[in-house]
């Protein structure tokens, strides 16, 4: 069956530590998204692709990182430089030319710093 | 600029009795508009999407939606409420451009539901 795939689905972090969430899908979309979750505040977009070798920064970029060097695959590096990381991160993908297409979504990651 | 509005950040009916979630856009454009549930700690599930065919639109769980272009709004209805429905339910526009990827989301309804 196609769909996307996030792991670990809980993860925690030391202060000042790297940690890279993964995202993987097999429904040959061409765009992925990076999502922050936090109680009250919605869904945020941390960074986006829309073709391999190729992302943007969305509205909260500033302590990520990430790659896209495979269209299955877009990963999230937290660093130590995000000061508040613990929240619900959500990866998703679609047709960026479909708009009568849905998006698809990963079942999340929970990141906790110790 | 495309925009989402979910009027109510949080909703709490009766088991049995009809659901209602407001949802208002604004779009340059024709939209393509999707509401999603979310479950705690889980991923978004697509409930229905309206593409430019019929106005009310089916989806899953009992739940539909009516596109009112007048009104620019895209509300969500279920006629009666079952306590599974409890969860957080948002709405999207898809549309061309824009800083967001094509997909803006709005803030969220979270849904309670008492026996």
């Known amino acids: 069956d196609g769909g996307i795939t996030q792991s670990p689905k809980y993860l925690f972090r030391k202060e000042g530590q790297n940690v890279t969430l993964s995202c993987e899908q097999n429904?040959?979309?061409?765009?992925m998204y990076w999502y922050r979750q936090d109680p009250g505040q919605g869904l945020r977009l941390i960074y986006y692709?829309?073709?391999?070798?190729?992302?943007q920064k969305g509205d909260i970029a500033e302590g990520y990182s990430v790659s896209r060097e495979k269209k299955e695959s877009f990963p999230l590096t937290v660093t130590s430089a995000q000061k508040n990381p613990t929240a619900f991160y959500l990866c998703a993908s679609n047709s960026p030319g479909q708009l009568n297409t849905e998006a698809f979504f990963g079942q999340g990651t929970r990141l906790t710093v110790v | 600029a495309q925009s989402v509005t979910q009027l109510d950040s949080h909703v709490s009916v009766s088991e049995g009795t009809p659901v209602l979630l407001r949802c208002n856009y604004s779009?340059?454009?024709?939209?393509?508009l999707f509401w999603y549930v979310q479950h705690p700690n889980k991923g978004l599930q697509l409930l229905l999407k309206y593409t430019s065919a019929a106005t009310l639109v089916k989806g899953i769980n009992g739940f539909e939606a009516e596109f009112k272009k007048s009104e620019t709004s895209f509300h969500l209805t279920k006629p009666s409420a079952h306590m599974s429905d409890a969860a957080e339910y948002f709405c999207v526009v898809r549309s061309y451009g824009g800083s967001q990827g094509n997909l803006i989301f709005g803030k969220g309804t979270k849904l309670s539901v008492k026996p």
């Open positions: 692709s829309q073709i391999v070798n190729d992302f």
């Open positions: 779009s340059s454009y024709s939209p393509s």
């Open positions: 429904l040959n979309h061409d765009a």
